[in-house]
C-alpha cells in the first residue's frame, strides 16, 4: 500500500487529478528513476496502448485526458502529482 503524504494530497487537489488517475498510476504506470532516489512514474505510449486493451472504453476514456498526469514516489511514500509539461528521458 503506498502512503500518501500531505504535501501530496494538496497537490493532487491544486492540480485537479482525480483519484483514480493517481491509482492508475500505481497500477499500470511506468517507473522511472530520478537519480535522487526518487522514482517518477508515468503514462508512456507502451501503457498507454496496454490499457486500450486492458480497460473499458468507457475508464479508458475518462483517463485519456490525465496521461500527461505523474506521480513521484520515494520509500514508499507517494511525494507529489502533477501534468507533465516537458518530456521525462528514460
Known sequence: MTFLTQHATVRQQQRGIPQYVVESLMNH???N???HGAEIITFPKMVRNRLKKVLPKQDY???ESHFDCYA???DGRLITVGHRTKRIKD
Open 33 to 35: 528513476y530520478d537519480h
Open 61 to 63: 476514456v475518462k483517463l
Open 29 to 31: 504506470g511506468k517507473a
Open 72 to 74: 513521484v514516489m520515494r
